[in-house]
Every structure is written in structure tokens, then in C-alpha cells.
């Protein structure tokens, strides 16, 4: 190999191409969710998935691939099949306006979290928390106390299938404002590119 | 005191950084996973301005500007261990470093943040959730791989074997030791290792991996000396090679 890079040059030789074996189909782990709060008070809200072997390494993978440039003061995550998803809606219909009424007094009561999505290609944002035995009853409990008359899509998740930031891992963002290296615009590369034209045309002038 | 015991700590804290933020940096777009290349990437960029900010206090002591301690020094005035400067290898290896190395770094800064030295008490404070985030990144991946599979343990096991003499060269005392102590400013080498043993054996307790005999593992000494393995210059060399081209340039 000869490239410019030179960790490139100095990658192994990785066999012939022609031998490489196609993995299996769907060898690959499963997805997390990943939900974000921007700032101290601010709801979580839904900023994407990833791929990850378990609850804990999508946790500290998360933390960097959502959450290394703009404001955060903390993150959860949770795996993609422990989210409950209400039906779809078509226009202007509530999504609650589909969610069955469901009532099981068969087991113990816990805590599920529940999300909006309030506008079509947005986020879906916390609103708030239920206590109920099945992501179901959840989310028909939520229909009775945090309906908000337009909701085009709802989630509810238990509590306990979550992996939190604990309030010592706040810390883990402390930093995070002070790093404007991370964006682009700090480079300010528009401005140095015309200074440096400038500078050109005025040498090319003399 | 003189403010050599001290420009001597730093500049061994710093170095360190620096070369292992480097050296990090080399995996990035090679990284094993994309959200892993994107967080291994991130904390090498953390340690390198971990050594910019001990490079401007060393400035503020006296001593030349960041960038001319950074990229203008040869291989031989570098105090860094010897484990940080070691290649990649494969990923094993670079975890296991990492996990290694980072443990005694948030050890060493959580030390730190109590020193009589103000700058450097000050600075342990600020950078401490980065280093809780590198500490909670290499625990998981240990935990994670050192109980996995066959193939996964027993990678790590024989990078952990290969990487602990090196690792016991981060806590090779200086000249100073002693006068640094007594000023307050910095526990000591030694009682560093102590802790970094006891939380490095509850983290590997947790796997199937097992710790070699620390008593009979011979630490590789020389870096904080400036006598390096020959691994350093060409990674001091490629690191510097775009600054050398115009010292004097604007970034």
C-alpha cells in the first residue's frame, strides 16, 4: 500500500480480497436507544440508535457518538425490543385515539416511562412516567393522564430496563462546553481562506 | 523548593499524555466499531489537552510555549513511560493499555486534586469527569471481553502478560520523590501503585482473565529518565512532522 496516511502503509496485508467470506446475514449486534437531556430541567429526548453488544457498552458508546458536541447533562439508553410502540397514526389522529384500554391487575405495578412524538419527523420527548404492570396498561394509564389531544406517535419503556446516568456520572459532561474544537464553525475557515486570497492577490498585484 | 522537583512531575504527567493521546489518535477511522472509533478517538483527543493544559503551566513556570514542548523536543527529553509509547498492536492490546494506564491516571489526578500546588489541584478538578468517562470506558470493554470468548480471553490474557511489566514502569520514582511529598504536593509513586493494584485486581476479578504476580513481574524502567524503547522518535518524528514544516504558522 502507499498512501499519503502513514498508518495506512503500515496496516497489515489483510489476505487476498478474493477470499474474503461474506458474513452471515444479520450477524451483527443489536440496536440501543439513545435519549439525551440537553439541559438541567429539559425533558429527555430521543437522539438516535446504535449497535452494541449489551445495556452497559451502549451506554458508554452512546455517550461519545451522541453527546460529544452539543450541550448534555445526561443520557440514557435502552434496548430497541424493550420499547413499546403505540400504532401509527394517518393525519391529524391521535395516536391515543388507538391505544386500547387495558387494565391487568394480575401483577405487581412498576414504573414505564413515556414518550410523545408531538410533530411528524421530530423527536420523540419524554413526558412523563406511569406506574402500571405491562407496557400496555402503560400506555393507556398515560391515555387517561398525560394525553395531550394531538400525539402522532407514542413509547412507553419500564423504568427498570433503562441504564440511567447516575447523579454521580453527571460529571462525565463537565467539560463538554469548553470543547469548541469539536465544531467547525470555531475553525473559522470561510475567514482564513479569504484572508489568505487577499493576501495572494495583493502580492500578485505588487 | 525548587521548581525543578516540580517541572519534573509535570512534565512526566504531561508526556505521558501527550504520547498516549497520540498513539490513541492512530486508531482513529480504524476503530473495530464506529461508535468505539468515535470514543476512542474522543478521550486521545482529552489526553492531549490534558498535556497542553500541564504544558501551559510548565510555560507559566518558566518553560518554553505548548507547542515547542510538544513537537520540538527530541525523543530523549520526553519523560513518559515506556507502556504509553509502545505500538497499537492490535485491539487487545490498545484496551488493555488503556485500561491499564488509565486507571493509575484517574488514580494520580484524583490524588492531585488534593496538592498544595494550586495549578495543578485546580486542573485535577476540572478534567475529573473525563477521566471518570476513560476509567468507565476501559472497565466495561475488560469486563465485557475478559469474559466473553475463548478467543476474547485469551487475547486480552496474553496483552495484559505482555503489558504489565511496562505498566509497572508508570510509578518509577523520581529523584524528587521525596521533596514532593514533604511540600504536599503529590502522595508519591508509590502510594499510587498501591491503589492502582487494588483497582486493577477488583476490575480483573471480575473476568476470566487473571493477573500475573506483581511481586515477580520486573518493571521496565528508564522512561521518566528519557531512556525510551526505539519506538518513540519515529512517533515523535510523525507527530511533529506537519508543525516542523512551518513552526511559525497560525492554526
Not at chain 2, 30 to 57: C, N, R, W
Request: overall charge negative; aromatic content about 10%; some cysteine.
Amino acid at each position: 500500500m502507499n498512501s499519503l496516511d502513514p498508518r495506512v502503509n503500515r496496516l497489515p496485508e489483510i489476505g487476498n480480497p478474493q477470499n474474503i467470506q461474506d458474513k452471515e446475514q444479520l450477524d451483527q449486534f443489536g440496536t440501543f436507544e439513545v435519549f439525551v437531556q440537553p439541559k438541567e430541567g429539559k425533558p429527555f429526548q430521543h437522539e438516535g440508535a446504535l449497535h452494541a453488544p449489551n445495556l452497559e457498552m451502549a451506554y458508554i458508546l452512546a455517550k461519545e457518538t451522541f453527546t460529544r458536541r452539543f450541550t448534555c447533562t445526561s443520557l440514557y439508553v435502552v434496548d430497541t425490543r424493550n420499547v413499546y410502540v403505540s400504532p401509527i397514526t394517518e393525519r391529524d389522529q391521535n395516536a391515543y385515539d388507538l391505544v386500547e384500554n387495558v387494565s391487568d391487575q394480575s401483577k405487581e405495578k412498576r414504573s414505564f416511562e413515556i414518550y410523545h412524538l408531538l410533530k411528524r419527523g421530530k423527536q420523540h420527548v419524554h413526558v412523563g412516567s406511569v406506574k402500571a404492570s405491562t407496557p400496555q396498561e402503560a400506555m393507556s394509564v398515560a391515555k387517561n393522564q398525560l394525553n395531550a389531544g394531538k400525539v402522532f406517535n407514542i413509547w412507553s419503556v419500564a423504568s427498570n430496563d433503562i441504564r440511567f446516568t447516575s447523579d454521580e456520572e453527571k460529571e462525565l459532561w463537565l467539560t463538554l462546553p469548553e470543547k469548541k474544537f469539536r465544531d467547525a464553525a470555531d475553525y473559522k475557515g470561510g475567514e482564513k481562506l479569504s484572508s489568505f486570497l487577499e493576501r495572494r492577490i495583493k502580492e500578485s498585484n505588487v | 523548593m525548587s521548581n525543578l522537583a516540580l517541572k519534573e512531575l509535570l512534565y512526566k504527567i504531561a508526556d505521558d499524555q501527550l504520547i498516549l493521546g497520540h498513539r490513541n489518535s492512530e486508531w482513529t477511522g480504524f476503530g473495530p466499531l464506529l461508535e468505539e472509533d468515535i470514543a476512542f478517538s474522543s478521550m486521545a483527543q482529552d489526553k492531549v489537552g490534558h498535556s497542553q493544559a500541564m504544558y501551559t503551566i510548565l510555560h507559566q513556570l518558566g518553560e518554553q510555549v505548548p507547542d515547542t514542548l510538544a513537537f520540538m523536543r527530541p525523543a530523549n527529553q520526553f519523560h513518559n513511560c515506556i507502556l504509553v509509547e509502545l505500538p497499537n498492536g492490535e485491539y487487545d492490546f490498545s484496551l488493555i493499555r488503556h485500561f491499564l494506564f488509565d486507571t493509575s491516571e484517574a488514580i494520580r489526578f484524583e490524588m492531585l486534586s488534593q496538592s498544595s500546588y494550586q495549578p495543578l489541584a485546580e486542573l485535577s478538578r476540572k478534567i475529573r469527569g473525563e477521566l471518570r468517562y476513560h476509567t468507565l470506558h476501559a472497565n466495561t470493554w475488560i469486563k465485557q471481553l475478559g469474559s466473553a470468548t475463548e478467543e476474547s480471553i485469551s487475547r486480552l490474557q496474553k496483552s495484559l502478560n505482555e503489558a504489565l511489566p511496562y505498566a509497572l514502569g508508570i510509578f518509577e520514582e523520581s529523584p524528587f520523590e521525596k521533596k514532593i511529598i514533604e511540600a504536599g504536593i503529590f502522595e508519591g509513586e508509590k502510594e499510587l501503585q498501591k491503589r492502582w493494584v487494588k483497582k486493577v485486581e477488583e476490575i480483573i476479578q471480575q473476568t476470566n482473565l487473571s493477573l500475573p504476580d506483581l511481586k515477580i513481574t520486573i518493571p521496565v524502567f528508564g522512561g521518566r529518565t528519557g531512556k525510551h524503547s526505539e519506538h518513540l522518535q519515529p512517533l515523535v518524528d510523525e507527530m511533529s512532522e506537519v508543525f516542523r514544516i512551518d513552526p511559525g504558522a497560525e492554526w
